[in-house]
């Protein structure tokens, strides 16, 4: 039986990208909320994906288990048609449909190059990004979709960094970072278009200054001590991948959520209109922070924007 504690009971979702970052933060937040998640990655207990990185999909679903939701690990490549196909049918036959699609894979981490010029960029690097950021998304879509329209209000999130309005006056990166980013805002209008005669609803969402584990390492701190990193902007407005995962969850709980089809939100932005907080009862507000303070040029100062 649903209740307040766990608006998301009876509700199935699956969580594209869960092993590490934002997708854990978010296949454990909708846990939390009551969901069964199927959690998909390359990662496993039985071998490792080809980054390397430690993490498994395995430990994702205990994490899931562990926060009050059923976690259903899936090793699954989302550029193998075959693999997404057969995930698919899984899907179908344990459930019979789809609550919550999340649209997270990135898996381009390890393969930016910071303020590089297109002409001077690897081109096999920079394609390679572009399929894990964008074609995934698109094989996913093509095979999930059609169980996401048999239920009444279900709900695609593609997960991107930064929103509409900040992401069309700023240049991301590079070029091809830039193109995979605005890629996942246009999927979010685009399918938004096609869902809305089914009732279903897509949404772009950006978290902000993100405390993955990739970024944790790269500032030299864990998340006890995440406030002393090298940046003190990151100290100043990080957030935890549970926030951007709330955020997904209380999208899926939200009855009127349709009201948003085609829209593009940040974590911080969805905090102060639903109340959730970050796992330290904070609401960073990232990217109010990133053009008031950051961007402008100010000293590093959460006061107001956490």
């Given at each position: 039986?649903?209740?307040?504690?766990?608006?998301?009971?009876?509700?199935?979702?699956?969580?594209?990208?869960?092993?590490?970052?934002a997708?854990?933060?978010?296949?454990?937040?909708?846990?939390?909320?009551g969901?069964?998640?199927?959690?998909?990655?390359r990662?496993?207990?039985?071998?490792?994906?080809?980054?390397?990185?430690?993490?498994?999909?395995?430990?994702?679903?205990?994490?899931v288990?562990?926060?009050?939701?059923?976690g259903?690990?899936?090793?699954?490549?989302?550029?193998?048609?075959?693999?997404?196909?057969?995930?698919?049918?899984?899907?179908?036959?344990?459930?019979?449909?789809?609550?919550?699609?999340?649209?997270?894979?990135?898996?381009?981490?390890?393969?930016?190059?910071?303020?590089?010029?297109?002409?001077?960029?690897?081109l096999?690097?920079?394609?390679?990004m572009?399929?894990?950021?964008?074609?995934?998304?698109?094989?996913?879509?093509?095979?999930?979709?059609?169980?996401?329209?048999?239920?009444?209000?279900?709900?695609?999130?593609?997960?991107?960094d930064?929103t509409?309005?900040?992401?069309?006056?700023?240049?991301?990166?590079?070029?091809?970072?830039?193109?995979?980013?605005?890629?996942a805002?246009?999927?979010?209008?685009?399918?938004?278009?096609?869902?809305?005669?089914?009732?279903?609803?897509?949404?772009?969402?950006?978290?902000?200054?993100?405390?993955?584990e990739?970024?944790?390492?790269?500032?030299?701190?864990?998340?006890?001590?995440?406030?002393?990193?090298?940046?003190?902007?990151?100290?100043?407005?990080?957030?935890?991948?549970?926030?951007?995962?709330?955020?997904?969850?209380?999208?899926?709980?939200?009855?009127?959520?349709?009201?948003?089809?085609q829209?593009?939100?940040?974590?911080?932005?969805?905090?102060?209109?639903?109340?959730?907080?970050?796992?330290?009862?904070?609401?960073?507000d990232?990217?109010?922070?990133?053009?008031?303070?950051?961007?402008?040029?100010?000293?590093?100062?959460?006061t107001?924007?956490r």
């Amino acid at each position: 039986m649903q209740t307040t504690d766990t608006p998301l009971a009876g509700k199935v979702a699956l969580v594209a990208g869960a092993t590490r970052g934002a997708g854990r933060g978010i296949a454990v937040a909708l846990g939390e909320a009551g969901a069964t998640v199927w959690c998909t990655g390359r990662s496993s207990r039985a071998q490792a994906g080809p980054d390397g990185l430690p993490e498994t999909i395995e430990e994702t679903a205990e994490l899931v288990d562990a926060a009050g939701g059923v976690g259903v690990p899936v090793v699954a490549d989302h550029l193998d048609h075959d693999q997404v196909r057969s995930l698919a049918r899984r899907l179908d036959d344990a459930h019979g449909g789809l609550d919550v699609l999340v649209n997270d894979i990135w898996g381009g981490e390890l393969l930016v190059e910071f303020d590089v010029p297109l002409w001077e960029h690897d081109l096999d690097v920079g394609l390679r990004m572009l399929r894990t950021a964008v074609e995934t998304h698109l094989v996913t879509s093509h095979h999930l979709l059609p169980l996401l329209i048999r239920r009444p209000g279900g709900l695609l999130v593609e997960v991107t960094d930064g929103t509409r309005t900040y992401n069309d006056a700023h240049r991301r990166v590079n070029v091809f970072y830039d193109l995979a980013k605005a890629a996942a805002l246009r999927l979010a209008f685009s399918q938004g278009h096609e869902l809305a005669s089914h009732g279903a609803t897509a949404v772009a969402l950006t978290p902000g200054w993100l405390r993955s584990e990739l970024m944790l390492q790269a500032m030299g701190v864990t998340e006890e001590t995440w406030r002393e990193g090298r940046n003190p902007h990151f100290g100043a407005i990080s957030e935890s991948p549970r926030f951007v995962g709330r955020a997904v969850a209380a999208l899926a709980a939200d009855p009127h959520v349709h009201r948003r089809n085609q829209g593009s939100f940040s974590s911080g932005e969805l905090a102060r209109e639903y109340g959730f907080t970050d796992l330290d009862g904070s609401q960073p507000d990232c990217w109010r922070y990133m053009v008031e303070v950051q961007d402008a040029g100010l000293p590093p100062d959460p006061t107001g924007y956490r």
